[in-house]
């Protein structure tokens, strides 16, 4: 997935139709099993980064020239954790991926338990979800990692290497990926999809999902 809403498109979209999701219309599509279903988590967080703005390359040119010391900032639901994923695999043999997921109890604990291994001189923590740890919390991590990628909602905690933002070229472009037989009946819908779910994807394929869903084609 891909990059906070761009406001320009964010406007165009309100002003192109504002049917909500709710509203999709999914009689014509054919009922799915989740297993099969073209939404599905497992299919989505398949989906590979698109790269708008910049490319692998030059982001992996930049973390070098900061040392490895920076956030992936985006609204939710912008493909900040696709991103995060996409740099630690490009260093694999030096990332500790960390996953913080929302509302964590008790970050810190599950820190812990994903680099139970100590860090050794070189490696790099990519840490998922940094917004869940509170003041203390990542003062003492930020202090303990000399090298550490993060992806935040918002910036301030580390120097910005991206934001990541979404616009409707860029969902179609995915739900053409995704459901390559059904895109010309979905197309006309995702305009008002992407704008009633503020353009959040993660969000819109959920509501996607559903078309497909057996239990909500039946309520």
């Not at 197309?187 to 999902?209: K, Q, T």
Request: charged fraction near 30%; include cysteine.
């Amino acid at each position: 997935m891909q990059h906070t809403v761009d406001p320009d498109a964010k406007q165009d979209l309100l002003g192109v139709g504002t049917r909500g999701a709710g509203d999709l219309t999914g009689p014509h599509l054919p009922v799915r099993r989740p297993a099969d279903n073209p939404f599905a988590s497992k299919r989505i967080e398949n989906l590979r980064f698109r790269f708008r703005y910049t490319d692998l390359p030059a982001l992996l040119k930049t973390c070098r020239l900061m040392d490895w010391r920076g956030a992936i900032v985006g609204a939710k639901g912008s493909g900040k954790t696709t991103l995060l994923e996409t740099l630690a695999a490009a260093v694999a043999d030096r990332a500790r991926l960390v996953r913080l997921p929302a509302d964590s109890r008790n970050p810190m604990a599950l820190i812990n338990e994903q680099l139970a291994a100590p860090l050794v001189d070189g490696d790099i923590v990519f840490l998922d979800s940094a917004g869940q740890l509170g003041r203390l919390q990542w003062w003492w991590v930020s202090k303990r990692w000399r090298r550490v990628v993060i992806t935040a909602h918002r910036r301030g905690r580390l120097p910005t290497l991206t934001e990541c933002r979404t616009d409707l070229a860029l969902l179609d472009e995915l739900v053409a990926e995704l459901a390559p037989d059904d895109i010309d009946q979905l197309r006309p819908e995702l305009p008002g999809l992407f704008a009633s779910e503020g353009g959040d994807l993660r969000r819109c394929f959920r509501r996607l999902y559903d078309l497909y869903s057996p239990r909500t084609r039946s309520g």
